[in-house]
Nanobody, 114 residues
């Protein structure tokens, strides 16, 4: 059973930084891709960033240049470094990993105050 556990969410002022973590219960080298999504109440879950098993990364236009996705195979963890945070970055951030099927974590709350 694959489990993903996010952490690192917090309340932060606009312009600040946070680093989110997603710890996997299996070796993340087995995942073909991992990604971060976010969701606010009343809206659809929104894709934020993706990293492939060859470490190629892609980002939503809204976070490009401010967020960095990375993976650390040795500790089976996916990261999202978020800089220059804006109030519109507020939401619950979810980790997604693909290994034969998609797996989701439970989410971690990020709140950016203006």
């Amino acid at each position: 059973q694959v489990q993903l556990v996010e952490s690192g969410g917090a309340l932060v002022q606009a312009g600040g930084s946070l680093r989110l973590s997603c710890a996997a219960s299996i070796s993340i080298s087995r995942f073909s891709a991992m990604a971060w999504y976010r969701q606010v109440p009343g809206k659809q879950r929104e894709w934020v960033a993706l990293i492939n098993d060859d470490d190629r990364t892609t980002y939503a236009d809204s976070v490009k240049g401010r967020f960095t996705i990375s993976r650390h195979n040795a500790n089976n963890t996916l990261y999202l470094q978020m800089n220059s945070l804006k109030p519109e970055d507020t939401g619950v951030y979810y980790c997604l990993a693909t290994f034969n099927r998609d797996y989701w974590g439970q989410g971690t709350q990020v709140t950016v105050s203006s």
